[in-house]
Nanobody
Framework: QVQLVESGGGLVQAGGSLRLSCAAS????????MAWYRQAPGKQRELVAA???????NYADSVKGRFTIFRDNAKNTVYLQMNSLKPEDTAVYYC??????????WGQGTQVTVSS
């Protein structure tokens, strides 16, 4: 079964850190572009960070310098390290296989809540 399963969300105070994980099965993260998106209440889903099969990363301006996307190919898992969290980072975070030409594949999402 091809799926992505996120974990690691939770409640944290502003300035704190969280690490999200996205465990893939049935698809190899090492040969795909993998990405993290987020959706806050009443807002559209937006790209947070992505990493290509070649290891090139890109970030939304709002998270540059605070978030880091990386992967462990042996564990077939993609991570999002989030530091210096702000209340405006509160959202449901989704992992996505973002490779052009392949069927879209999303995880179920994990809630991140940052209190002020």
């Amino acid at each position: 079964q091809v799926q992505l399963v996120e974990s690691g969300g939770g409640l944290v105070q502003a300035g704190g850190s969280l690490r999200l994980s996205c465990a893939a099965s049935g698809t190899s993260i090492s040969i795909n572009t993998m990405a993290w998106y987020r959706q806050a209440p009443g807002k559209q889903r937006e790209l947070v960070a992505a990493i290509t099969s070649g290891g090139i990363t890109n970030y939304a301006d709002s998270v540059k310098g605070r978030f880091t996307i990386f992967r462990d190919n042996a564990k077939n898992t993609v991570y999002l390290q989030m530091n210096s969290l702000k209340p405006e980072d509160t959202a449901v975070y989704y992992c996505k296989r973002d490779t052009l030409g392949l069927r879209e594949l999303w995880g179920q999402g994990t809630q991140v809540t940052v209190s002020s």
